[in-house]
């Protein structure tokens, strides 16, 4: 049977079967009309703009419930989830509104063809989202008594959806508008951070090496265990690449069980015979590099340590006086004399081979990124301030159907007039 001939079996199906969505089982009896204004500013005349509507509130909340699969909200192991997660929802909802109608005020409310195209494809993922879901789980995976394909099912699956927005009122065009609206967000947090002073961002980073700088004197060891290698790395600092040959597990768990009882003896003889196990492999990797064949290929094709080398792709950082490595790896890599230069050492993983990569140092082009970072932290910590402020200055707070919502409403002293 062809699926032309399905549509009105399957139409029928649908009928019974009914949507996933509408299968939820949400913790109340209110069901405002579509329309209902759920969350609004204090000044009327704004409420066509600003105002958050019943239907695009259900049909976001709707969207997290299928995507968690959650059919019971007011289930006791996910009622709090959900409560907080509707909080979120009207929140972001509000913010949206307000966003992009203070993208007119700040110059920045026209999106270009680019910008326009970037929502529609936004929109398009969240949109396939729900057409995969209602296509997996919904009961129409036989229809006169044939399998549907998975082509058939998404089609389908689409007209589910449509049928489910078009309960509330809507049609796939407002998730259009509603990426619309966060690229205005996007927009409007840009022309926010072009007013901040890079001057401040400087002075954290410059706040930051200096603490960096500090810790380091003060103690090597505190120094590795903080984040502080981005803000400054002390003085004759290498970055140091390393092959790994590496002993078995067992091997390695041998050895750190005799340290443990303090038997170093037999650790350091275990060692060393192990090591000597992989003489034949060391003469065989060192042969390569010799012949010039490339390190960082090496790595990949005999290093046990190649997933964590692939993070660093300068190489380790190692500090002088740093107690981080092992003191074997310490060593041999401030034994190595000049930049290109190789060593070997043993410690209890392995065999190195180790390759002294360049001097370690904060480069402009990487200050400046960082500073770009600390900025943009700068940027959304003052942009999310002042959007709280905009969400108290439209009086939000005061209304908002909270038993709709089924949000507890803040007290007065989370929320001062």
């Not at 879901?133 to 099912?153: H, M, P, V």
């Not at 930049?339 to 200050?367: F, P, R, S, W």
């Not at 990124?369 to 402020?389: P, R, Y």
Request: proline share 2%.
């Amino acid at each position: 049977m062809k699926f032309k001939k399905l549509i009105c079996a399957a139409s029928a199906a649908l009928i019974a079967v009914g949507l996933c969505g509408c299968s939820i089982k949400f913790g109340t009896n209110i069901t405002p009309d579509n329309g209902y204004i759920v969350a609004k500013p204090s000044d009327s005349a704004l409420a066509d703009k600003l105002g958050v509507t019943y239907a695009e509130f259900i049909n976001d909340y709707t969207y997290y419930l299928n995507a968690a699969g959650i059919k019971d909200d007011s289930s006791e192991s996910v009622a709090e989830t959900c409560k907080s997660r509707r909080s979120a929802i009207i929140g972001s909802l509000i913010l949206e509104k307000i966003c992009a109608y203070k993208a007119e005020e700040y110059g920045v409310s026209e999106l270009s063809d680019a910008e326009i195209e970037q929502a529609k494809s936004m929109a398009d993922t969240i949109i396939n989202e729900r057409i995969s879901y209602y296509a997996k789980n919904s009961d129409f995976g036989t229809i006169g008594g044939e399998e549907l394909s998975g082509e058939e099912k998404l089609k389908l699956g689409g007209e589910m959806l449509d049928k489910e927005l078009a309960k509330l009122g809507l049609t796939r065009d407002d998730y259009v508008e509603k990426q619309k609206r966060y690229v205005l967000s996007y927009k409007l947090l840009k022309a926010f951070g072009e007013k901040m002073d890079r001057g401040e961002a400087e002075k954290v980073f410059d706040e930051n090496a200096k603490t960096a700088k500090e810790a380091y004197e003060k103690s090597p060891s505190d120094y590795e265990k903080g984040d502080y290698t981005q803000y400054y790395i002390p003085e004759g600092s290498r970055y140091i690449k390393h092959i790994l040959l590496g002993f078995d597990n067992d091997i390695v768990t041998q050895i750190r069980t005799l340290r443990s009882s303090d038997d170093d003896a037999g650790a350091d003889k275990l060692r060393e015979e192990s090591a000597a196990a992989l003489d034949e492999k060391l003469s065989e990797v060192v042969g390569k590099l010799d012949a010039g064949e490339d390190f960082d290929e090496l790595i990949k094709e005999y290093s046990a340590d190649s997933s964590a080398s692939a993070y660093y792709p300068d190489g380790y950082v190692l500090i002088p006086n740093g107690t981080s490595f092992m003191k074997e790896f310490q060593n041999a890599a401030f034994s190595i004399e000049e930049t290109g230069g190789k060593t070997t050492c043993v410690t209890d993983y392995g065999i190195h081979i180790l390759l002294y990569n360049g001097a370690a140092t904060v480069t402009d082009d990487e200050k400046q990124s960082i500073i770009d970072n600390i900025l943009a932290s700068l940027t959304a910590k003052e942009f999310t301030a002042k959007t709280q402020e905009w969400i108290k200055e439209y009086g939000f707070s005061d209304n908002m159907d909270y038993n709709a919502l089924r949000i507890d409403k803040p007290s007065d002293k989370e929320n001062p007039k």
